[in-house]
């Protein structure tokens, strides 16, 4: 698979560059997910609207480490879209090499700058990604994502991707009385 696809969006707009991630990229990475991980779309910022701070941390400073962590497992493939050399989004991908299967191919997190968001790069980043999983062998490709991010869900719908279930979080806060 080549290691970078350049692609024009519409007429006259600039075109994005999409290659695989460098260590240098982590920074641009995690100012991303600063600004595009908000409004409802993470159990992390959820749980402190219900709980308040966790660890005296602000939710996105975890979202943050916990994306920087994952992309850094060795089985985890990352992409970047760049625009005249800045990183304005990415997508990463995972083949499961232990249960439940290396059959599967996961698309994991993925995020566009918001001053780049509705222009095709998050299509573009995912078909990247699912490109490389099906590459790798991937027999099936799993993705999740909240209700609430109505956006990545239209992406993944258009790709082909079906609803297989939903799941229900729940929290309990600890230092209260237990409701029974």
Known sequence: ????????????????????????????????????????????????????????????????????????EPDVTTFVAELEGRVVGYAAAQIGREEPSPDIGIVSFNAVHPDHQGQGIGTALIK???????????????????EADEPVRRIYERMGFEELTRFVYYSRDCQGPVKE
């Open 1 to 72: 698979m080549a290691q970078h696809t350049d692609l024009a969006q519409r007429p006259g707009q600039a075109t994005y560059r999409i290659r695989r991630a460098r260590q240098e990229d982590h920074d641009a990475i995690a100012e991303i997910n600063r600004r595009a991980w908000a409004g409802g779309i993470t159990t992390h910022e959820l749980l402190e609207r219900r709980h308040g701070p966790i660890d005296g941390r602000p939710w996105i400073e975890h979202i943050v480490d916990a994306v920087a962590t994952h992309l850094a």
């Open 128 to 146: 990247q990604v699912t490109g490389y999983l099906e590459a790798q062998g991937a027999r099936v490709l799993a993705v999740w994502t909240l």
